[in-house]
């Protein structure tokens, strides 16, 4: 009897997690059709169910037991995009890193891919994935009460700055994303110049933190930043 429930114990287990790899495997699928299709117009609005399950090759109702709405999916992807890069940049990170150090740095580091993978960017500054419980929000809000905590920002609302520090950011990626420029370097360096003066930071202050972490990124873009470290040393070369 022990030896027949065993059995049926093993066979229910097999089917449960034949089912649950089915539903990942069509869940990938499902987001890959969200990806490819929104890739082709990223800034142009998001694509419709019915696109994204033809390219799926899949039914409308497949599709909603996945998702209630494709701003669902493409937040799911976006989400997950910003994340990623989160920790990425936590890894380059020392002890040793001030936080007003590592928001920037990893502001700019945000900034600069967007040049290079602008689908990349349309998903990530989405407002959505920038939302309460974004690891990219979370990260900044962290930062800038320790910044100003140690005396480097003087600000008195906590979140007007993060709003301000978010508005630049997701902006900021967009128009680098979607405008053409030769001075990607300069934009960023301008844009994180006057982000951190805005936020209360000492001009000179500002500068010497600006220098330390574009020398900081340039010189950790080999491992740690696999995808785009050719282009970051390609934009680098000529500043």
């Known amino acids: 009897m022990e030896q027949s429930?065993?059995?049926?114990d093993e066979s229910t287990d097999h089917r449960v997690r034949v089912a649950r790899q089915r539903r990942e495997r069509m869940h990938r699928r499902l987001l890959e059709a969200v990806l490819v299709c929104f890739a082709e117009t990223p800034f142009g609005g998001s694509p419709t169910v019915e696109v994204v399950i033809a390219k799926a090759d899949v039914s409308k109702a497949t599709y909603?037991?996945?998702?209630?709405?494709i701003d669902e999916a493409v937040q799911q992807l976006g989400q997950t995009m910003a994340d990623d890069m989160v920790e990425i940049a936590k890894s380059?990170?020392?002890?040793?890193?001030?936080?007003?150090?590592?928001?920037?740095?990893a502001m700019q580091i945000f900034l600069i891919r967007s040049v290079r993978e602008p689908v990349w960017a349309a998903f990530v500054s989405r407002a959505d994935v920038m939302?309460?419980?974004?690891e990219v929000r979370h990260g900044i809000d962290m930062h800038i009460r320790a910044a100003r905590e140690s005396g480097f920002l003087t600000f008195t609302s906590q979140q007007s700055a993060l709003a301000l520090a978010l508005g630049t950011l997701s902006e900021g990626m967009r128009h680098l994303?979607?405008?053409?420029?030769?001075?990607?370097?300069p934009f960023v360096h301008d844009t994180m110049a006057l982000m951190l003066r805005g936020l209360g930071?000492?001009?000179v202050k500002a500068e010497?933190?600006?220098?330390?972490?574009?020398?900081f990124i340039r010189e950790s873009a080999g491992d740690e930043l696999p995808t785009w470290s050719d282009s970051l040393r390609e934009l680098g070369a000529d500043e």
């Open 201 to 203: 930071a000492d001009s």
């Open 208 to 215: 010497e933190l600006l220098a330390e972490t574009s020398t």
């Open 64 to 69: 909603y037991k996945y998702f209630a709405s």
């Open 177 to 185: 994303a979607q405008t053409p420029t030769e001075d990607v370097l």
């Open 92 to 105: 380059m990170f020392t002890p040793t890193n001030t936080a007003p150090f590592r928001m920037t740095a």
């Open 5 to 8: 429930q065993a059995v049926i």
């Open 131 to 134: 939302g309460p419980t974004s």
